[in-house]
């Protein structure tokens, strides 16, 4: 039963931690993706990989780091420097090959920071 | 970086009636997808469209990339209760590497 998961599903954290999110695909997909969901807007693109050992930031990358040791699988690092972490955040992966980019979610991870 | 428009914001029909939305942009791209996200989970892909003027279904639903690759459209024949939850559209360029650029989506309401 192929899939993208993720854990846990809610999260809670006190201010000045570090915490790390979950991500890991059975897909074999090459591509990996986080994405941040506050309510009522749309996705932002926090940080992205193409390939093991190798990632590049999205839009919004400042206060996340991310690894990307296996294909499997690609934490993230939500760092007490992100000033505004509480949010939906959702993992994705993709073929990544040719023109056929198109995103496959995972359940996500809704993180509170108090 | 690109910006997408998706419209209308919220949608309110009964159910049965027929439902429409779309995206625009000021800049094209190679790639239309259209999401449903139903709450508290991940988005799950609805369609996948890779050629200007395509039009392609998938069930009750259909999409059409538009013929100026800047916009494309997304309808629900017949709605049913479960259509219930958020349309997101996402345009990728073949140069990002699969980089998506979401619109806001569209939050759908059916009344039985």
């Known amino acids: 039963d192929g899939g993208i998961t993720q854990s846990p599903k809610y999260l809670f954290r006190k201010e000045g931690q570090n915490v790390t999110l979950s991500c890991e695909q059975n897909?074999?997909?090459?591509?990996m993706y986080w994405y941040r969901q506050d309510p009522g807007q749309g996705l932002r693109l926090i940080y992205y990989?193409?390939?093991?050992?190798?990632?590049q930031k999205g839009d919004i990358a400042e206060g996340y780091s991310v690894s990307r040791e296996k294909k499997e699988s690609f934490p993230l690092t939500v760092t007490s420097a992100q000033k505004n972490p509480t949010a939906f955040y959702l993992c994705?992966?993709?073929?990544?090959?040719?023109?056929?980019?198109?995103?496959?979610f995972g359940p996500g991870t809704r993180l509170t920071v108090t | 970086g690109q910006q997408l428009n998706q419209s209308p914001q919220s949608m309110f029909i009964q159910e049965g009636e027929d439902v429409s939305m779309n995206c625009t942009s000021s800049?094209?791209?190679?790639?239309w997808l259209w999401y449903k996200q139903d709450p508290g989970e991940g988005p799950v892909l609805l369609i996948a469209?890779?050629?200007?003027?395509e039009l392609t279904s998938n069930g009750r639903l259909t999409a059409q990339f538009g013929i100026t690759r800047k916009d494309s459209f997304l309808n629900i024949s017949a709605s049913i209760p479960s259509d219930v939850g958020i349309y997101f559209c996402?345009?990728?360029?073949?140069?990002?590497?699969?980089?998506?650029?979401f619109g806001d989506g569209t939050t759908l309401t059916v009344k039985p």
């Open positions: 897909l074999n997909h090459d591509a």
């Open positions: 469209l890779y050629k200007a003027g």
């Open positions: 996402a345009g990728q360029l073949y140069t990002n590497a699969g980089k998506s650029t």
């Open positions: 800049s094209i791209f190679n790639t």
């Open positions: 994705a992966s993709s073929i990544g090959q040719g023109a056929r980019y198109e995103q496959y």
């Open positions: 990989s193409q390939i093991v050992n190798d990632f």
